[in-house]
Protein backbone atom coordinates (compact mmCIF):
# COMPACT_ATOMS: atom_id res chain seq x y z
CA UNK A 1 0.00 0.00 0.00
CA UNK A 2 1.33 3.54 -1.03
CA UNK A 3 1.82 5.98 1.39
CA UNK A 4 -0.26 9.43 1.28
CA UNK A 5 1.38 11.33 -1.74
CA UNK A 6 2.58 14.15 0.58
CA UNK A 7 4.95 11.41 1.84
CA UNK A 8 6.08 10.37 -1.69
CA UNK A 9 6.30 14.19 -3.11
CA UNK A 10 9.65 16.37 -3.29
CA UNK A 11 7.06 19.41 -1.31
CA UNK A 12 7.07 18.10 2.52
CA UNK A 13 3.68 18.41 4.09
CA UNK A 14 2.38 21.04 6.74
CA UNK A 15 3.10 20.22 9.74
CA UNK A 16 0.39 20.26 12.48
CA UNK A 17 2.00 22.51 15.30
CA UNK A 18 0.94 20.00 17.96
CA UNK A 19 2.28 17.17 16.56
CA UNK A 20 5.72 19.71 15.98
CA UNK A 21 6.10 20.09 18.86
CA UNK A 22 5.64 16.94 20.29
CA UNK A 23 8.77 15.22 17.85
CA UNK A 24 10.62 18.23 19.02
CA UNK A 25 10.58 17.19 22.05
CA UNK A 26 10.87 13.78 21.31
CA UNK A 27 14.08 13.94 19.57
CA UNK A 28 16.07 16.35 21.81
CA UNK A 29 14.53 14.27 24.54
CA UNK A 30 14.29 10.46 23.65
CA UNK A 31 13.99 9.17 26.53
CA UNK A 32 10.79 10.49 27.35
CA UNK A 33 9.45 8.79 24.60
CA UNK A 34 7.70 6.48 27.38
CA UNK A 35 5.46 9.00 28.79
CA UNK A 36 5.10 10.28 24.88
CA UNK A 37 3.98 6.28 23.40
CA UNK A 38 1.59 5.71 26.75
CA UNK A 39 -0.73 8.62 25.24
CA UNK A 40 -0.10 8.98 21.73
CA UNK A 41 -0.44 6.57 18.91
CA UNK A 42 0.75 6.99 15.28
CA UNK A 43 -3.52 7.00 13.76
CA UNK A 44 -3.75 10.23 16.27
CA UNK A 45 -1.13 11.65 13.70
CA UNK A 46 -2.24 13.95 10.68
CA UNK A 47 0.89 14.01 9.08
CA UNK A 48 1.80 10.66 6.80
CA UNK A 49 5.68 11.29 7.84
CA UNK A 50 4.83 11.82 11.76
CA UNK A 51 2.92 8.78 11.37
CA UNK A 52 5.55 6.72 10.31
CA UNK A 53 8.31 8.21 12.67
CA UNK A 54 6.34 7.27 15.36
CA UNK A 55 5.53 4.25 14.18
CA UNK A 56 9.26 3.57 13.96
CA UNK A 57 9.60 5.22 17.65
CA UNK A 58 7.81 2.40 19.03
CA UNK A 59 9.31 -0.41 16.85
CA UNK A 60 12.32 0.61 18.24
CA UNK A 61 11.02 1.45 21.70
CA UNK A 62 9.87 -2.14 21.80
CA UNK A 63 13.21 -3.74 20.93
CA UNK A 64 14.08 -1.52 23.95
CA UNK A 65 16.09 0.77 21.97
CA UNK A 66 16.22 4.38 22.67
CA UNK A 67 14.37 6.24 19.45
CA UNK A 68 17.29 9.10 19.31
CA UNK A 69 17.51 11.40 16.23
CA UNK A 70 20.61 9.48 14.88
CA UNK A 71 18.84 6.18 15.09
CA UNK A 72 15.83 7.49 13.38
CA UNK A 73 17.96 8.49 10.63
CA UNK A 74 19.61 4.78 10.05
CA UNK A 75 16.20 3.66 10.13
CA UNK A 76 14.36 5.31 8.05
CA UNK A 77 14.90 5.37 4.49
CA UNK A 78 12.17 7.97 2.93
CA UNK A 79 14.06 11.12 1.84
CA UNK A 80 11.34 13.25 3.04
CA UNK A 81 10.89 12.14 6.20
CA UNK A 82 14.48 12.31 6.45
CA UNK A 83 14.37 15.97 5.93
CA UNK A 84 11.50 16.52 8.34
CA UNK A 85 13.41 14.67 11.20
CA UNK A 86 16.85 17.00 10.21
CA UNK A 87 13.76 20.15 10.53
CA UNK A 88 12.30 19.25 13.71
CA UNK A 89 16.13 18.39 15.15
CA UNK A 90 17.12 21.61 14.56
CA UNK A 91 13.61 23.40 15.96
CA UNK A 92 14.42 20.93 19.07
CA UNK A 93 18.14 21.94 19.69
CA UNK A 94 16.72 25.96 19.09
CA UNK A 95 14.25 25.50 22.11
CA UNK A 96 16.55 23.48 24.11
CA UNK A 97 16.63 25.76 26.92
CA UNK A 98 13.09 25.23 27.40
CA UNK A 99 11.49 22.90 29.88
CA UNK A 100 10.75 20.08 29.10
CA UNK A 101 8.35 18.50 31.72
CA UNK A 102 6.22 20.87 30.96
CA UNK A 103 6.11 21.43 27.55
CA UNK A 104 5.56 17.37 26.99
CA UNK A 105 2.73 17.84 30.02
CA UNK A 106 1.39 20.67 27.83
CA UNK A 107 1.49 18.79 24.45
CA UNK A 108 0.16 15.92 25.86
CA UNK A 109 -2.81 17.35 27.25
CA UNK A 110 -3.03 18.94 24.19
CA UNK A 111 -3.55 15.48 21.78
CA UNK A 112 -5.45 13.89 25.38
CA UNK A 113 -8.09 17.32 24.74
CA UNK A 114 -8.11 16.75 20.93
CA UNK A 115 -9.46 12.80 21.63
CA UNK A 116 -12.03 13.94 23.94
CA UNK A 117 -13.42 16.62 21.44
CA UNK A 118 -13.24 13.85 18.87
CA UNK A 119 -15.13 11.51 21.00
CA UNK A 120 -17.33 14.25 22.12
CA UNK A 121 -18.67 15.43 18.38
CA UNK A 122 -18.96 11.64 17.49
CA UNK A 123 -21.02 10.92 20.36
CA UNK A 124 -23.15 14.30 19.54
CA UNK A 125 -23.61 13.29 15.63
CA UNK A 126 -24.90 9.66 16.77
CA UNK A 127 -26.87 11.31 19.73
CA UNK A 128 -28.55 13.97 16.96
CA UNK A 129 -28.98 11.01 14.55
CA UNK A 130 -31.43 9.09 17.15
CA UNK A 131 -28.48 6.01 16.41
CA UNK A 132 -27.91 5.51 20.22
CA UNK A 133 -30.38 3.41 22.31
CA UNK A 134 -32.73 5.42 24.75
CA UNK A 135 -30.79 4.23 27.63
CA UNK A 136 -27.62 5.67 26.43
CA UNK A 137 -28.74 9.17 25.11
CA UNK A 138 -29.72 10.22 28.91
CA UNK A 139 -25.82 9.07 30.00
CA UNK A 140 -24.40 10.66 26.57
CA UNK A 141 -26.67 14.24 27.53
CA UNK A 142 -25.36 13.75 30.82
CA UNK A 143 -21.61 13.31 30.07
CA UNK A 144 -21.90 16.78 27.40
CA UNK A 145 -23.48 18.85 30.21
CA UNK A 146 -20.74 18.20 32.46
CA UNK A 147 -17.87 18.68 29.98
CA UNK A 148 -19.85 22.18 28.88
CA UNK A 149 -19.88 23.18 32.95
CA UNK A 150 -15.90 22.20 33.26
CA UNK A 151 -14.94 23.89 30.17
CA UNK A 152 -17.64 26.89 31.51
CA UNK A 153 -15.86 26.58 34.89
CA UNK A 154 -11.84 26.77 33.25
CA UNK A 155 -13.17 29.41 31.23
CA UNK A 156 -13.99 31.54 34.01
CA UNK A 157 -11.00 30.42 36.05
CA UNK A 158 -8.86 31.80 32.78
CA UNK A 159 -11.06 35.15 33.08
CA UNK A 160 -10.62 35.49 36.47
CA UNK A 161 -7.00 34.60 36.38
CA UNK A 162 -6.03 36.55 33.52
CA UNK A 163 -4.64 33.67 31.29
CA UNK A 164 -6.06 33.46 27.68
CA UNK A 165 -7.20 30.51 26.49
CA UNK A 166 -4.82 27.18 24.95
CA UNK A 167 -4.20 26.82 21.50
CA UNK A 168 -3.23 23.81 19.62
CA UNK A 169 -0.44 26.55 17.56
Do not use: Y
Not at 55 to 65: F, K, N, P, T, Y
Request: hydrophobic share 40%.
Amino acid sequence: PALAPAANASVPEKIDPLERELFEILLHFPEMFEQIGQVIEPAQLSSAACRQVLAECLRLWSQGILPEFERLLLEIDDPVVKNLLVELDEGARAKAGSESEVRLRDVLAGFERRQREQRTRSRTAALKQGQLPKEEELAVLLELEQQQRARQQEQDERTRTGISEPTDG
